[in-house]
């Protein structure tokens, strides 16, 4: 701490340096010697000056202070890696986010996607509105009680900053209270995985087909047209029907229960892949006649449960797997032989999630069971032979910040270098890959140790489960676990 100079008002407000006296006025003949009792109790200005604010030297003050400092440093909490003590809790630094909201559902959610809307991309202004479809996860005996719930989220606001509450006290809507609408369809079983997909259609006028998939316990693939439940939310007066709670087909094929399905994004009247934990990988169609069709030729090869599936964002016949046995594969549906095109061991235990980047279509993102994630370039894939065993080429980027399983990864849909991820350490962590490992500027994490440059944001999230971006609000992330969470960071 600097030294701050005495003031010397009568001096002109001219500091005095340490050890000088202001010549005193020659006042004797006036008013004779004058003799203070008391000035052997004082210390000399000098003194007071070398012992600082608190009677010590600043620079034994200051030692100890960065010794303080770098005790915080090493005591920091990390969520998920540190554990709260009994009655301790965690609360959000308001102040990092932009937008931050939790709702609730009847019963947990598994899974959940995003339904893409009318409303606009690339929308900044609040309150925020979005759309989502959800499979329930209902505990013990009570499975009759699972939905699968069509949702609408409104009333999403920015989080209150001072000067802006002052800027904008007159706009109400901006501080309006989060709102979930639900309109659901009752389930017998719950819902492993759930994606959604949305057909145009042929009249501009009208709202395209959104249709749902979702993966059972029941070992079931119930695909439901979830059109005129999405609409019920803006049209009032809108009925729902008994016969379109109804799925328009549940497909049997699979002989255990899965986790794994996904909508071909190439494919617009609709294509489905769905894998199971006997190993067995199935495509179904949507024929001419509105219909359904599968291959009841299954894809085989792996030696563990599908984990997760994934639709090339580049090739209409080609998707990627991942599974339990610790590898990925690609296929390619024309294939008579229906064996893998590339295999690769990505880890030694479980692969549990997977994402196929839509910006840059040869990465490819993983997470394991033993908390790694990795990304890896397929253009570094070989070509399977006949005999070989899996190849184990090095991936492009791989971390291992987290302790527990990885139970969601997904790339950003515009930035191919941000990527979030959800870990069974209650975490859900935004990455920025563009950040380089030589940077030494980015390599200060605060003097807190195992923290990666490229960790951008960490948000606790209790048994967070799944997490994806909205494709429509830059930045926002939506998260399931106990509860929905929607939130914006100031940093992406």
Known sequence: MSKRPAEDHANGGVPLKGGDRQEKPDLDDELGEFEDEFEDEYESEDEILEA???????SER?????AESMDVDQQTFIVGRNKLEPGQTLSPDLSTYEMLHALSTPWPCLSFDI?????GDNRKTYPATMYAVAGTQAEGKRDKENQLMVMKFSGLSRMERDQEAEDSSDDEDEDADPILES??????????RIRAHQTPASDSSRPPTTLTASMTEAAQVLIHDVTSHLASFDTPGTIITPQQN???STLRMHKSEGYAVDWSPL???GKLVTGDNDGQIYVTTRTAGEGWATDSRPFTGHTGSIEELQWSPSERNVFASASSDGTIKVWDVRSKSRTAALSVQVSNTDVNVMSWSHQTSHLLASGADDGVWAVWDLRQWKPNSASSAPSKPAPVASFSFHKEQITSVEWHPTDDSIVAVAAGDDTLTLWDLAVELDDEESKDTGGVSEVPPQLLFVHYMEKVKEAHWHPQIPGCVIGTGESFNVFKTISV
């Open 62 to 66: 200051e030692a100890e202070e960065k």
């Open 52 to 58: 600082g604010v608190d009677g010590r030297p600043d």
């Open 267 to 269: 494919i617009s009247t």
């Open 115 to 119: 339904v893409k809307d009318s409303l």
């Open 183 to 192: 309109a659901s369809i009752p389930l017998t079983s719950t819902t492993n």
């Open 246 to 248: 109804k799925p328009l």
